[in-house]
């Protein structure tokens, strides 16, 4: 029999309903399941025919992937596996900045770099599937998984998310070196309650139009292979549950054609915690019939799926459509002429080589932002004798990664990346200074420490530098691990207080996987970094930053309260509210996005746009000369906001519409022109229309979102 599912000339449509007309009704089921692979694989390989797995690597995939070949049809595995910033479960990989990180440095071809490396890493354990990138909205600092997303700024996260995409897949995710993206979490999975993970999410249809789902159909555009539901219930429909989102936006609207695979149990808690459907077959024909395509880690939806069809509660036509999906994805990955079969010892060549190490710490480089300098950086080596690294962060491998590695929890417990694989804050400060560095871990993040804070404050005393890297741990973060506070936490304020007291100029660096509400003695110190989580290669670029050897350019993308109960502190805040600040507190962010200091100084000249009036298929040109005033080569990254000035439905103040990073000696001068299209001058009005009202508009550039940094000039769409 002529079995054109294997013949790589033929169709993929024709393959697919060729090798589908071949399967039994279990092979089919089982198709659609995600398994994690610790748990018995070759077992539940024999008994639920799987279409895929997670948390396999090394000489574990070889195994799967050999049953597979062996199967009845022989029909091959996509493996997935959480490699978020860098294959982040594979030990001695090369691990980037996080996601809100690795924003900071405002350079697409460098977060492109990263997912390149990322995928070369993948490609020699067996992975073919990667679940990244995040592209959910930040929006209450006290969800635990804030620093998985690239900030508060749809377009930004549309911008990133692309070039991510673009890393991992290549022109073609068949490629060799390649493999498939993820957009998680779809959609609105980070409008949380109270910032608790997987709360109800309080979202209407134009609110998840107007600022959630606009990084997604951008993700859509760019071809990303799948996409991945989040944990979280919009309206009372978990969104696993819920077709207006999965199959009317996803499939009808933005013709998605790539898989849909739900989070970790999805299908399951529909049944024992969320509690929409009495049983497992109930809840297998309801993800299958809202338009799920893979069900991850709920191994009941097997037999579940198998009486829901026998039973009438779904049709098998619906199941059909599902696998279609699933085997043209595995047609396009390539995986029927080439399975991906493990190069073990390729892999370890490949891992955390000198080339994918640069590329991670030219990104910790450039995502390094400087929030406040008083004179005192860069450092003058020549008049350093011995410099003090003080704090709980100075020399902690596992938390400078951050979450999504090692040890973190989601994989192997027990295993962490080799300390010999990173170079914390306190290693890159020993490697580049020749004097005396005096180290203390000052106190823990879990609890005040008398003994370590007094053996600080003598070290910082002895110090003509002294360095303090504080921040929050691995504990604090996460999934599960969302926080009441911003604050930070353990006996760091009483470390920072008794290092104040010293009198001795202070360098504050921070660590941590989102903004914390900083006490004033830190954000008033002589100078204050934030890394968030730099990754593997963190060390070498603070110590490069400290003593001046680049100029640092990095700038937020997400803002910096002063207090907790200033959220929402976003920039992008609705018109409408009385006055402008708290009666106790202003409103304004201790730093806001956008913002990020320089070791040089940049003029912005007279912004001027090519006209005034514009029709709906135009480009918006605009230029501003930018001038490096100072003394240092440096990169100035130009922000173009539009604000509309008067509309149909309430809309935000001003919105991010374009940017430019700027490279400039001393004294030069460059124009810098931006262009944005009038179509982007859109809004969602009460309808749940996206449109591009005619009216009056400003256009706004500036170093930062800050109203009092912005020159503006008024236009018009007609």
């Known amino acids: 029999m002529n079995e054109i599912y294997k013949d790589p000339n033929q169709p993929i449509d024709e393959r697919v309903k060729d090798l589908l007309g071949r399967m039994t009704l279990k092979e089919k089921v089982g198709q659609l399941l995600q398994l994690d692979g610790r748990d018995d694989m070759p077992g539940t390989m024999k008994e639920k025919f799987p279409g895929s797995f997670l948390h396999l690597l090394g000489e574990d995939t070889k195994k799967a992937i050999i049953l597979a070949r062996e199967s009845r049809l022989g029909i091959p595995l996509i493996l997935g596996i959480d490699a978020i910033h860098g294959h982040s479960f594979y030990a001695g990989a090369t691990i980037f900045p996080t996601q809100l990180a690795m924003a900071c440095s405002w350079n697409e071809e460098l977060i492109e770099k990263c997912a390149e490396v990322t995928a070369r890493e993948m490609r020699n354990t067996g992975m073919n599937w990667t679940f990244s990138p995040v592209l959910c909205l930040s929006r209450d600092l006290r969800w635990g998984r804030t620093g998985e997303t690239f900030g508060e700024d749809p377009y930004l996260i549309g911008r990133f998310g692309k070039a991510m995409i673009r890393g991992y897949q290549g022109e073609d995710m068949a490629s060799p070196d390649h493999v498939m993206a993820t957009a998680k979490h779809y959609a609105g999975y980070s409008e949380t309650q109270g910032g608790r993970d997987a709360s109800e999410a309080d979202l209407s249809q134009r609110k998840l139009r107007s600022y959630f789902l606009p990084p997604f159909k951008e993700a859509a555009e760019a071809g990303c292979g799948a996409f991945m539901t989040g944990y979280q219930s919009i309206e009372g429909l978990p969104s696993t549950a819920n077709p207006w989102l999965l199959r009317q936006v996803l499939r009808e609207e933005w013709g998605f054609q790539g898989l849909l695979v739900t989070d970790w149990d999805n299908v399951g808690s529909l049944v024992k915690t969320q509690k929409i459907c009495a049983d497992y077959k109930e809840a297998a024909a309801l993800a299958v019939k809202s338009g799920n395509d893979m069900m991850m880690t709920s191994p009941e939806f097997f037999q579940g799926c198998l009486e829901a069809i026998e039973q009438g509660l779904l049709e098998e036509e619906l199941l059909d459509e599902a696998v279609k999906r699933v085997l043209s994805v595995k047609f396009r990955l390539g995986l029927f002429e080439d399975d991906r079969y493990p190069d073990i010892e390729e892999s370890q060549r490949v891992k955390g080589c000198p080339d994918h190490r640069l590329a991670a710490l030219e990104l910790a480089r450039q995502s390094a932002v400087l929030l406040r300098n008083q004179g005192i950086l860069p450092l003058k080596e020549e008049k350093i004798k011995r410099i003090a690294v003080i704090g709980p962060n100075a020399d902690d491998d596992f938390n400078q990664l951050g979450d999504w590695s090692l ?58 530098a002294v360095v303090v890297v504080l921040g929050d741990q691995n504990h604090l973060i996460g999934e599960f691990c969302s926080t009441a506070t911003l604050e930070l936490q353990g006996g760091q304020l009483e470390l920072m207080q008794a290092l104040v007291d010293t009198g001795k100029e202070l360098i504050v660096v921070l660590v941590n996987s989102k903004p914390l509400a900083l006490p004033p003695n830190v954000y008033n110190a002589a100078a204050v970094i934030e890394l968030f989580n730099p990754g593997m290669e963190g060390g070498r670029a603070l110590a490069e930053l400290l003593f001046g050897d680049y100029n640092p350019s990095g700038k937020l993308t997400i803002s910096f309260p002063y207090h907790v109960g200033q959220q929402p502190i976003f920039y992008s805040q609705v018109r409408g509210q009385h006055g402008d600040r708290y009666a106790d507190m202003t409103q304004q962010p201790l730093y806001a996005f956008g913002e990020g200091m320089s070791y040089t100084s940049y003029s912005y000249g007279e912004l001027t746009m090519d006209k005034r009036i514009y029709k709906m298929d135009e480009t918006i040109q605009a230029s501003v000369k930018i001038t490096n005033t100072g003394s240092m080569e440096g990169v100035e990254i130009v922000q173009a906001y539009v604000s509309d000035l008067v509309t149909s439905a309430t809309w935000v103040d001003r919105e991010l519409k374009a940017y430019q990073r700027v490279q400039l000696q001393p004294g030069e001068s460059k124009m810098v022109n931006l262009q944005i299209e009038a179509q982007s001058c859109s809004l969602v009005n009460a309808s749940g229309e996206r449109v591009v009202e005619p009216g009056e508009f400003e256009l706004l550039i500036g170093p930062s979102s800050r109203a009092g940094d912005l020159k503006g000039l008024c236009f018009s769409i007609e």
């Open 407 to 464: 040890g973190s929890g989601q994989a192997r417990v027990g295993e962490y990346h080799p300390r010999e694989a990173t170079i914390t804050l306190l290693d890159g400060i020993r490697s580049r200074f020749k004097g005396e560095v005096l180290y203390s871990k000052g106190c823990g993040v879990k609890e005040p420490e008398t003994q370590l804070i007094e053996e600080a404050v003598i070290n910082a005393q002895q110090a003509d």
